[in-house]
């Protein structure tokens, strides 16, 4: 097994040194790329700086010379993220471990997120407790707070780094005893306000021999079925919970960029969608709400997360922008539309019953949506058990249809 350290050797090679000792007295290769600009490495790397510059178009003495911090950041990620594709794709590569500051957790990390999920990766980094939704991604990568500066190895420093260096081993090490399902694989979407729809569908889905792999819409997790449907890992989508659109262009704090729902369209993954959630807009605390948007409606979910009703006029756009990424699907498509209400929170009697909103945002989508895409209406709520299941049906006959069942 061998166990890629990805660090700066020039200011950090004491740290680094420590922790490739460490794994090499456990029986583990280690293999160490230097991300280092500033000096000359500490000891001879397995990877040189300039070995990763040049992965990345340019070369170690063009940085120095240059001096320019954020062209030398860019240029190192970039490299990195290259070299450990290479070493994966070879079988050199079990697993990553990082060590550093703002700066090579920045590079360190972008190169974790350039492998497969299932990968270990193992960050310990100054960062590790304030936001580190840059660093993680949508990937698994873990973090641990070094407490300390990574300067200088002292009793702290050393019993941080070696539980990194440990924990490697046992990754890398360690074949997790389970079984892996040979069956086409669904990803699903899900909010709490939608729970009950997915929970109905993904039973159905599993009693007719799929797995099931449901990620949480809060931006993050949209973005990871993305990435996975392009990896072809997803086989096919009920995408039951569309809500990141609404953050995404409301400009709520959940929001799965721009790219959300091209994935299954662009690899002609056959998709069952609808519009989970999407009457809200999702911030943190009620006091993190921006000003521009006080006199809205409000619905505190718990005290960390505020949910926002979505307008006539946000619902009619974002309907407009789902039914144009729909209708460039390349693969079967289809639309449900829960016409009594498209969360818990909005069926009549709820917070956010609106069906005014509710029908701006139908409307968009009907009038958008082109002949590729099939539209299916039913006089319930999206968490109504007739629902869920018609979803699940339609889903299971496209699979069946495209041999992928």
Known sequence: MTVVIVGTVDTKGEEIGFARDVLE????????????????????????ADAVARA???????LREDADRGRSMGAMSEGAAAVVERLHETGDLDGVLGLGGSGNTSIATTAMRALPVGVPKLMVSTMASGDVEPYVGAKDVTLMYSVADIEGLNRLSQRVIANAALAMVGMVTNEPDVEISDA???GMTMFGVTTPCVQTAREYLEEQGYETIVFHATGTGGTAMENLIRQGVIDGVLDVTTTEWADEFVGGVLNAGPDRLDAAAETGTPQVVSTGALDMVNFGPRESVPDEFEGREFHIHNPQVTLMRTTPEENAEIGEIIAEKLSAATGPTALFLPLEGVSMID?????FHDPEADA????????????NVERIELETDVNDDEFALAMAKKLDEYMRETGRA
């Open 25 to 48: 007295a456990e029986g583990v290769e280690v293999h160490v790329v230097d991300t280092g600009v500033m000096g000359e490495p500490s000891f001879e790397p397995d990877t040189s």
């Open 184 to 186: 086409p694989t669904i």
């Open 56 to 62: 990345a178009d340019t070369t170690l003495e063009s």
């Open 347 to 351: 069926v009549e009697g709820e917070d």
């Open 360 to 371: 701006a945002l139908f409307d968009a989508l009907r009038t958008g949506l082109g002949e």
